[in-house]
């Protein structure tokens, strides 16, 4: 860290954006206080790297989110888990891709984000949705097979009756004839 030297100022810290990354992870006052600088300072300093807001608040959101999945999947069963760890794949990504580029939280550079992360969770979707449609086809399938196997029996029952029908004809015919 070098000390900026401004002649109608207070001279403040320069700080790259790497070593703010590190930082995120609290809210502003805790890192201000533990770089020992003002908020407003700390705020400047974010703001000359492009970053318009502390990013703390969504990145604590993001892992709220994570840590309640990672207590559901143990819970869930083999279909359900694989569903939850897709959505936490796609939520480290978040987490990840919002350290990584806090300038693109808020402003111009929000709809990359958006977009980053929804071909995320559109593969997600997109693999419920077969998944889904796979399930609906073997529903189908079986119902046809059941379907099909009911018929089968009611024919061989048919021919049965006919066959049973055709003998007593015949039965009755001989009985006729020898009379």
């Known amino acids: 860290m070098t000390i900026k030297y401004n002649p109608y100022r207070r001279p403040t810290k320069t700080i790259s954006l790497e070593e703010l990354k590190e930082y995120f992870s609290l809210p502003i006052a805790k890192a201000a ?22 990013p703390w608040r969504k990145i604590h959101s993001v892992e709220n ?6 207590k559901q999947i143990t819970k869930q069963d083999k279909e359900e888990r694989k ?6 794949e796609t939520l480290e990504a978040k987490r990840d891709y919002m350290i990584d580029h806090p300038q693109d939280l808020y402003g111009p550079h929000h709809t990359q984000l958006k977009t980053i992360l929804s071909t995320t969770t ?12 796979r399930k609906r086809r073997r529903r189908r399938e079986e119902k046809r ?3 099909y196997m009911k018929d089968e029996d009611e024919e061989e029952e048919e021919t049965t ?11 009755s015919k001989k009985a006729d004839m020898e009379r």
């Open 145 to 147: 097979n059941e379907d």
């Open 122 to 133: 559109t593969n997600t979707k997109k693999k419920k949705k077969r998944e889904r449609t």
């Open 65 to 70: 989110k994570i840590g309640k999945i990672k």
């Open 83 to 88: 569903i939850l760890k897709d959505q936490l």
């Open 161 to 171: 009756d006919e066959e049973e029908e055709e003998e007593e004809e015949k039965r």
């Open 33 to 54: 206080e533990a770089l020992s600088l003002s908020e407003s300072s700390l705020k400047k300093i974010c703001r000359e790297h492009g970053v318009s807001r502390w």
